[in-house]
């Protein structure tokens, strides 16, 4: 699997930032390189946006404006769709071909599937695609279907161990685990000497993952059109997950608002350990434990399994609807948006990961420490495999993961039944 | 008597359209907004539901252009085959045999306590407004918000129903997390939000029934049981045929509810039909030959249901 | 638990023993505390701060606050929507009630041909489950050019609250007596003229029941409204409420303060009306 943030890339995106962006005042974005002189561009873009309406919202909405500013013939529409309404409210609409917005902020896993739906715009050759070498290889693939781009990534996250310095110091561990093997001694190390819980699992299937990956498994094998959930590395890999349960090494966990539940322990200090990504840093430093000790925190890339260390990517990409009336404005919306500059001011203000390399030695950027401190784990993000089915295999791997998670069952016969239940989501394909 | 001064006798065969028109018109009138839009807004959905599911629709192969993107229609007629693959699937037993215990027993408990409070509320006493606006407050809320505040009071680690259970001394109790709890949550939730509508309903039916009645019977020394069996119950039947077979029909489909509540989890424990159908139909490539297949067996279901229950109805004596 | 109290007969107070009297109000307090509990542990938690909240403490009351309310009020488009919903559901409540009211007459008081598929059909909408056939609606909605448009609300809402509603009429028009249809008609009244004058005023508590029910449908229906109101200067409450629910983590705080925000219209609504809510619902009881 491809890396996303290898070492020559970090030191290519210091050096850059000196050339590539090096003033970073609020000015009109780069020039567009399309044939439509940009200022002749007129019409009415509507932007769905399905980042948090309360505290991201605002801070995209300011790029607007600058947008606006630049683009004087261009009115933006923004609308803020929340997240889980989003994938629905935009397909119901997309395929009627009345209601749908001219530019949508998309979930990295649902490029491939609207794409195939011929929902979205291809935008190879297009303005909305400004230099593509500056991106991030594993979220710029994320945007790519069928041999054609379809979206720029917005941002980039992935999952990290996330865990309360001073339990695991009381536990007598200075470092967070590593490996896999160590995740375990610690917790039960913690949970041991300080009373706490050692980890807090979130029964969710995106989290079971790093578990999957560590061990060398993935739900597929796009390349060779094989369900890889039941193989012998993807069974290991859930075992570490039935073991942390059963040893006592993760607390119980709760299946319902299993998220909140975990992120709640975490932060009131009752368990030490946590997998979770950047959008979970201000919720975090929010807690009981780190409110007025934000050293408190650590965070660090997921343990290695036997094969290696990887997180699943997410993030979001800029689409652009195919039924669109503003196709020329659309373009040059999501150009200005997707760009370094844009990205490292978004950086700054939320600590979302950028996209582009230079985007992440900006000053702005860099002048959150968030950014910096996400650069490790982001180094273990694997691609997932953007096929259009992709977004239906969550499903089946949830009611598994609730059914082992309540001792109902175990990893090898709840994993064979996904993999049944996939091969009837993915047709044709080989076990 | 049930109307039958302006009630028309049927029509001689031969007395065609105009006379049928000039003594109906009134009636035909003042029913048809009300057809017009049902048929437009469910027949078509239904009519070309019908159709979708003798075929193999999905999200990707049905014909449409949009913008540059131009994809070719490309589904085919299948005849029955989504339904036999939905009644023969391993999951669909399951499923009804979860939905029918879900409504009988959260019927059961609608009438039941709904009987109850209308019975004890039916009678004079101090505050008994104060109590019917209390005991109707859950009515009042949008069930949205309902099944929200219920998944807040039933959290595991910090809703406050284990959190008193646990100042009284007992352990918590995993309500939404394991299969056979999560089953009761959900019940208990949508008795909550059922029992003010079944309640009033069946007050208003109380409140009709003659007092003469009553006080011929205990004349006669009927003991209390005696006047509930023989006078109370027949004299609620009116209300309560029609409440219960309402009822029957919005539990069965009650959504939100459980979609709100528990995404149909644990591991799919509390997933009744209708949540299982959008999960097929909605999770991914949108499937729209298997969930209109789905809206019918559902339909059919019920349409079975009310026409068994009319017929026993119309047995006792109630017409329509 | 009502079996031994649930003595039908029982309506004079005087009759009443003091411990069957004690007993009738234990049980109507505790009913009533099981059924206002919920609903008083959602004020109470959106007087709390965002940060207990989000931690394991339940006492009831905690650094109380008016916080969540303030930024409800003040940070967001909660007015806007609130208008939105006032708007769409007042014509849902309007229209709702003419619609049932005439066609429970013509189903009460006429046998026409048609008439059982009338009856047939308010009670197969009812089945039809929503969730799935979303699409079609939609795609209807769009074909009349009505996407993000109240109206489209408004018709969606009608077809699931007529339906009740007109089975509800039909059942309170049987209750009125025949005879004042028959002096309608000697005084040279025509049917709509008997129904308008005579029999609708005659029908307030039913009427009541119909505009509750149709308002409430309305009010807190959130599938249509997420799916039609594509603008978020369209957006309907239910569907505004959403937007406190983020990609990874909920805003507690202002989702209590907002639904208690949502709740309390509802429940202003029915106050104004439950005094006839009882015998509105009585529905048909009286039938011979």
């Known amino acids: 699997m491809r890396r996303l943030l290898p070492a020559a890339a970090v030191a290519a995106a210091l050096a850059l930032a000196v050339t590539g962006c090096g003033d970073g005042s609020g000015d009109a974005g780069p020039a567009p390189a399309g044939s439509a002189a940009p200022a002749e561009v007129s019409g009415t873009v509507t932007w769905w946006d399905t980042s948090d309406a309360t505290t991201e919202g605002p801070a995209f909405q300011e790029i607007v404006k600058g947008f606006e500013a630049a683009y004087p013939n261009i009115k933006v529409n923004y609308v803020n769709v929340p997240f889980a309404d989003a994938r629905d409210k935009f397909k119901t609409a997309a395929q009627s071909g009345s209601g749908a917005p001219d530019v949508l902020r998309t979930d990295v896993g649902w490029v491939a599937e609207f794409a195939s739906l011929g929902y979205l715009a291809p935008l190879d050759g297009t303005t909305a695609v400004d230099k593509p070498e500056e991106l991030l290889p594993v979220p710029a693939a994320s945007a790519r279907f069928g041999g054609k781009t379809y979206g720029v990534p917005q941002v980039t996250d992935t999952l990290g161990l996330l865990y309360n310095k001073e339990l695991l110091k009381k536990a007598g561990y200075d470092e967070p685990p590593a490996t896999m093997a160590d995740l375990k001694k610690v917790a039960l190390d913690v949970k041991s000497k300080t009373g706490a819980g050692g980890i807090a699992l979130n029964v969710d299937a995106y989290f079971l993952l790093p578990f999957i990956y560590g061990e060398g498994g993935d739900f597929v094998d796009v390349q060779n059109k094989k369900i890889t959930i039941s193989s012998p590395q993807s069974v290991a890999g859930v075992r570490i997950v039935e073991d942390l349960i059963t040893s006592g090494a993760a607390v119980k966990p709760a299946l319902q608002d299993s998220y909140t539940n975990a992120q709640t322990a975490f932060k009131d200090g009752k368990v030490a350990m946590i997998f979770n990504g950047p959008w979970s840093n201000a919720d975090n430093l929010g807690g009981k434990v780190f409110k007025d000790n934000p050293d408190n925190f650590g965070v660090a890339p997921v343990p290695a399994g036997s094969a290696k260390a990887g997180s699943p990517l997410g993030g979001h990409d800029y689409t652009v609807y195919a039924g669109s009336k503003n196709l020329e404005a659309s373009y040059l919306f999501v150009r200005y948006m997707a760009s370094a500059e844009s990205q490292a001011k978004i950086a700054g203000k939320l600590g979302l990961l950028p996209t582009r390399t230079p985007a992440y030695s900006a000053p702005e950027a860099t002048a959150n420490p968030k950014i910096a401190q996400w650069q490790k784990p982001m180094e273990t993000a694997v691609e997932r495999p953007w096929i259009p089915e992709a977004a239906s295999l969550f499903q089946p791997l949830v009611e598994g993961y609730q059914k082992l998670a309540g001792g109902q069952t175990s990893t090898e016969p709840m994993l064979k039944d996904v993999a049944t239940a996939y091969q009837g989501i993915l047709k044709g394909w080989s076990l | ?320 | 638990m009502v079996s031994r109290a649930a003595r039908a007969g029982a309506w004079s107070r005087d009759r009443r023993t003091p411990g069957r009297s004690i007993a009738l109000h234990l049980t109507l307090v505790a009913a009533s505390v099981v059924s206002v509990f919920p609903v008083a542990w959602l004020v109470l938690t959106s007087l709390k701060p965002r940060a207990v909240i989000e931690t394991a403490s339940v006492a009831p009351v905690d650094h109380p606050t008016l916080a969540n309310y303030t930024q409800v009020l003040g940070e967001t488009r909660f007015l806007t929507w609130a208008a939105n919903s006032v708007v769409v559901s007042l014509i849902t409540a309007v229209l709702g009630v003419l619609l049932s009211a005439t066609t429970g007459y013509a189903v009460s008081r006429f046998r026409f041909p048609g008439f059982r598929s009338v009856m047939w059909m308010l009670l197969v909408t009812q089945m039809f489950p929503v969730a799935i056939l979303i699409v079609p609606i939609y795609n209807l909605m769009a074909g009349l050019g009505l996407i993000n448009q109240f109206p489209s609300l408004v018709i969606a809402y009608l077809t699931s609250a007529v339906p009740f509603c007109a089975w509800m009429m039909k059942g309170y028009f049987d209750t009125v007596p025949v005879t004042i249809d028959e002096a309608g008609r000697v005084d040279g009244l025509t049917p709509f003229g008997t129904f308008w004058r005579l029999i609708l005023p005659l029908s307030k508590p039913g009427l009541a029941v119909a505009a509750f029910y149709s308002f409430i449908t309305a009010w807190a229906e959130v599938a249509y409204a997420t799916a039609f109101m594509t603008g978020d200067d369209k957006y309907t409450l239910a569907v505004g409420l959403s937007q406190f629910v983020g990609q990874h983590k909920a805003e507690w705080g202002l989702l209590t303060a907002a639904s208690v925000l949502i709740a309390v219209p509802a429940a202003a609504v029915f106050l104004l009306v439950q005094r006839h809510l009882v015998t509105g619902l009585t529905a048909g009881a009286t039938k011979a």
């Open chain 2, 1 to 320: 008597m049930t109307a039958d001064v302006v009630v028309t006798r049927r029509a001689a065969p031969l007395s065609g359209a105009r006379r049928l028109l000039s003594r109906h018109w009134y009636a035909w009138a003042m029913t048809a907004p009300v057809v017009v839009v049902t048929l437009v807004l469910v027949g078509y959905p239904l009519v070309r539901g019908i159709y979708l599911s003798l075929t193999d629709a999905t999200e990707g192969n049905m014909g449409r252009t949009i913008g540059m993107n131009v994809i070719p229609s490309t589904y085919e007629f299948v005849g029955l085959g989504n339904y036999a693959s939905i009644l023969t699937s391993p999951e669909f037993l399951g499923r009804l045999t979860w939905t029918v215990v879900w409504t009988v027993v959260c019927v059961a408990l609608h009438v039941g306590i709904g009987l109850g409070l209308a019975l004890l509320l039916n009678r004079p006493m101090r505050l008994r407004s104060l109590y019917r606006i209390l005991l109707v407050l859950p009515w009042a809320v949008p069930a949205f918000v309902s099944a929200f505040i219920w998944r807040y009071l039933l959290n595991g680690e910090f809703g406050v129903v284990n959190a008193m259970l646990r100042a009284a001394g007992f352990a918590g109790v995993a309500w939404l997390d394991d299969p056979f709890w999560a089953k009761v949550s959900v019940i208990a939730c949508n008795v909550w939000l059922g029992v003010p509508f079944m309640m009033l309903a069946l007050l208003g039916g109380l409140q009709a029934i003659s007092r003469e009645l009553y006080e011929a019977a205990e004349v006669d020394g009927a003991s209390p049981w005696r006047r509930f069996r023989h006078i109370t119950l027949p004299g609620l039947r009116p209300v309560s045929s029609t409440v219960v077979l309402l009822g029957t029909i919005w539990t069965f489909n009650q959504f939100p509810v459980i979609f709100l509540l528990t995404r149909g989890g644990p591991g799919g424990a509390t997933e009744i039909l209708v949540t299982y159908a959008y999960r097929q139909a909605f999770e991914g490539i949108r499937n729209y030959s298997g969930s209109a297949a789905w809206g019918m067996v559902i339909l059919a279901l019920l349409v079975v249901l009310a026409t068994v229950y009319r017929r026993a109805l119309r047995r006792q004596g109630e017409a329509w």
